[in-house]
Structures are given as C-alpha cells and as structure tokens.
C-alpha cells in the first residue's frame, strides 16, 4: 500500500459513518474489535445472522477459534451470505481465524473446516505449535507510516504461500508471510485489537470509505 | 519490507491473557479420553479439558485426584487441533511443571482435584504456559491474578449438573465488581483490605468495571439453557464438565450447548436447540452435598 493512494482520503471517522461496520461475533474476541471500531469514529454492527450481515458496508472477522466459527456460520446460514459478500467486494479485515476464514487454502484445519476464502494464499493453521510458542514482537509493516507495530502471535497462523493476486505486507525475521491484502481483502496473523496499535483498523476503515465512494 | 527489530517475547501476559480473550464466547469441554476429545472438537468445543475423571466420578469414587497421566494428555493432544488444557492439583508446582513440559496450552489449577498445598497457590509467574484458576469471589479472583493466574472461572459446583452455584458466583464477582466501580477513591482502600487484595488491583477495577483477565464459568452447566444464563449473567465463556459426557446424547448435546452459548440472547435459537437432548445428567442438588465434601470452598 504505498503512501500515495491515502494522502487524499478523508479521515476513517466521517466517511465510516455511510454504513456501520460489522464484526463477525459468532466466537472470539469480537468485543475488543468492536471497540477499536467505535473509538475511531465508526458504528458497529455485531454480526451472528445474515439480515445483520446485509446492514454493514465493511466487515472484521476477528481472532478466536476458527473451526468454530467455521461451524457456526455454517450452521446457521451465514457462509454462502459472507462467500456472496466477500465475491461481491465486501471489504473484510480479517486478524488470526479470520485471515484463516479468508484464505483460499488452509491447511491443518480440523477435519472437515471449510473457509470462506478469498485471498489467494496458502496460510496454515497454529503454525507455531502450542501456547508455549505464542510470542510478541515488533514487526514493519510495509507502507504503514509511524514505524514498527507491535504484534501479538497467540497459536498464530503463517501465511505459506502468496499467490499472484495476493500482497504481502508484513514477514517475521524469518520470511514467513503475517500480513496480506488483495483487493477489498485485508488480514493479519497477528491481533492489532489487543495490543491498542489501531493503524490496521484505521487503514481498513479508509479502505472501507473508498469502497463506498466508488459505488 | 519487514525485519524483526527486537527479540521474540515467549509467555508475556498479553500473550498468557490473549488466549483466553479468543476462547471467549465458546464452550471449553472435559473430556477423559480421544474419542471425547474428538466429539467436543466436532461438536465445536473452543478448547477441551484433558482429565482422567469427569468431576462426577471424582465425587462418586472419592480418593485423591491427581493431574492425568502425561499419555492420556498426549494421546488427547494428538486427536484435536483446538487448545488442550490440563488439571493440576492446587499448590501442585510440579505437577505444573510436567504439564507445561507436556506442551499443553492451559493450566487448570483446580479445586476439582485434590489440594496438594493449603496454604500455598502455585506461583503462576514462574511458568510460559497461562493458567485459569477458580473463584467464588472478587477477592480470590484478585488473589489469583496477583499469583499470575491469566483467566478466571467461577467455580459453580462441580460434577453436580446443578447450577445454582455456578449462578452464586458469577453473580457475586459481577456484584462485587459493580459496587468498586461505585465507590470513591479513599473508600476503595478499604475495599482493597476486605477482599485481600492489592489496592493497585482494586483502583484499576474499580477504573475499568472489568476484570483485567478473560472470567468463564463453570461448574454445574448441563442444559442449553444454564450455559446460556451464565452468558446472560456475564460470563465471557463457559466450561462444561460433566454435564456432557455424563448426558444420554453427548454429540447433540455438546453442540447445542456451543450454539447457546453464541446465540446466548435470542430465546428462539435456545428453544430449538433444546429439543429432544435426550436425557441430561442426573445430578445431585448441592444442598444434599454435607458441606465438607464441596469442591468450591477448596482455594481460597
């Protein structure tokens, strides 16, 4: 994301107010997110059903457990609406399960875990292992001004491959992928809702303006 | 584009508490074997409870209960990819210290087993792996922070599918919560000295309406309906120990317990997945329970 495309976009706090922005609350810490949201200026919608869905003009998929939500949106008729929304260029920003929900490919899912998809990357599932591998650290974030961000890695997904359609925005020491965008599509493997850094969520709710500008 | 420009952080408390905050709104399940743990995952359990014997048995069999043997942990870490959480006596350090060398991701130190330590919590700020603890009360929630727990349960009852103290003490810490935040600063010294805890502690609860650590419930839940009370009541989560595999129709009603817990507020969703459970766990009334053998007042 080069610094020029945001130069002239109005602030996230005025422009954000055209449609609420929904945060997917089927599991997870959706709260956390929902208050990043409404302390940069937006209105939140909490998203377990498809009329909910329907009201938002951009949408987070938050951390928690992916199978999970997997489950649930499935269960209760909510994923062929998100798959519709994501096809139809729903802005979604996506932290930990939900980049995990908006990969095309996820590997060592449970048995049986779909996701929504999206993104055109290979991320795997708790790639660090156990909780004894959870860590922080400070990361570059490409494009993103105001120097390194603080991120949280809690049985973090690693994105293993970025197709030709997808960016990557941000790598550990290591060259392992932990943030990418595509599109109206944005996700992290880290959770910018828990360590109070809100320059991704900024940036998604600038993203989430420019969307509404353009229809 | 990205380097690394400090070291990587292993078991910090945001990291220890972070955990939690993704395990909320979910259901966390004991399971005592592979096939269990296979069930709960399906069913959407958030993370499941490594342990020999579901608190019903404990109380039923009686003798000393220890942590699991480290090959059950294994074989049960082995079958699921969702957290693995495991049970250590309280004040049991070494038992901790196996648990968290057997990679598990939670540590339990739980009323559920037998004491090891009655005056001693196990110093939670020695281990990388997070631990949850019990608490009936503000005060030994506060208490257990301070010895570095990372997430709270209410204690409830446990292996009795009774609920009512579950409800006592979740709505006692929600209480007692309400009433700091009502109170001025040079009464919330003494608030400090009432329920044991450091004033630092208090003033920022009092500040915040909130405590600083992810609290679920547990103890008692066996129905739809009381996991979606105790979300109803506050709770961030719920775990659910015997009341599943204790019931007539484990599978659906593990599910249906997962789906009351997210659609905790809408009364319909509740109704419907309620239906045709089969039988739920027979449970004993806590009044019947002589009060020396009750696991809550255990800790303190």
């Known amino acids: 994301m080069p610094e020029a495309t945001l130069v002239d976009m109005p602030a996230p706090a005025r422009l954000a107010g055209e449609a609420p922005i929904g945060v997917l609350a089927l599991q997870g810490d959706f709260r956390e997110h929902a208050d990043v949201l409404r302390a940069l200026g937006a209105e939140v919608v909490l998203v377990r059903r498809p009329e909910e869905l329907a009201l938002v003009g951009g949408l987070v998929i938050p951390g928690g457990e992916s199978s999970v939500m997997d489950k649930l949106a499935r269960m209760f008729g909510l994923f062929e609406p998100l798959s519709d929304a994501v096809a139809a260029g729903l802005p979604v920003y996506g932290t930990c399960a939900g980049l995990i929900m908006l990969a095309d490919t996820v590997l060592d899912g449970i048995t049986g875990q779909q996701s929504i998809g999206g993104l055109d990357i290979v991320v795997r599932r708790n790639a660090f292992g156990s909780q004894a591998a959870s860590f922080e650290t400070e990361l570059d974030v490409s494009g993103l001004a105001g120097g390194p961000m603080h991120a949280a890695f809690i049985r973090a997904p690693v994105v293993e491959t970025v197709g030709p359609a997808a960016t990557a925005l941000a790598r550990l020491a290591d060259g392992r992928c932990v943030a990418v965008e595509q599109g109206s599509l944005l996700g992290t493997s880290f959770h910018p809702e828990i360590t109070g850094d809100y320059r991704f969520h900024e940036y998604f709710l600038r993203r989430v303006a420019a969307a509404a500008f353009r229809r | ?300």
């Open chain 2, 1 to 300: 584009m990205t380097e690394i420009t400090s070291p990587e952080q292993f078991g910090s408390s945001r990291v220890k508490r972070g955990l939690a905050e993704m395990l909320k709104g979910g259901v966390i399940m004991d399971v005592v074997t592979a096939a269990q743990a296979r069930i709960a995952e399906d069913a959407g359990a958030v993370a499941v409870m490594a342990l020999e014997r579901v608190p019903a048995d404990i109380r039923s069999q009686g003798g000393v209960a220890r942590m699991s043997d480290p090959d059950l942990i294994d074989s049960i870490r082995a079958e699921v990819n969702i957290p693995v959480m495991a049970k250590a006596r309280i004040g049991h350090f070494v038992e901790a210290q196996i648990l968290q060398a057997l990679e598990v991701d939670y540590i339990d130190e739980s009323e559920v087993l037998s004491p090891a330590d009655y005056v001693n919590h196990i110093d939670k700020w020695n281990f990388t792996i997070p631990f949850v603890c019990g608490a009936t009360n503000l005060g030994e929630a506060l208490r257990r922070i301070v010895e570095g727990a990372a997430m709270i349960r209410s204690k409830g009852e446990a292996g009795t599918g009774d609920v009512s103290e579950a409800t006592k003490h979740i709505r006692t810490i929600k209480g007692e919560i309400a009433r700091l935040s009502s109170l001025g600063k040079d009464e919330l010294y003494v608030a400090a000295k009432e329920l044991q805890a450091p004033y630092e502690l208090v003033a920022e609860i009092a500040a915040t309406g909130k405590l600083p650590v992810v609290l679920f419930t547990a103890g008692g839940v066996a129905t739809p309906a009381d996991a979606a009370m105790m979300m109803q009541l506050g709770a961030d989560g719920v775990f659910v120990g015997s009341g599943i595999f204790k019931s007539g129709n484990p599978e659906q009603r593990a599910a249906a317990i997962v789906k009351a817990v997210t659609f905790y507020d809408d009364a319909k969703i509740i109704a419907d997945v309620s239906r045709g459970l089969g039988e739920a766990m027979v449970g004993i009334n806590v009044t019947d329970i002589p009060a020396p053998h009750r696991l809550a007042t255990r800790g303190w």
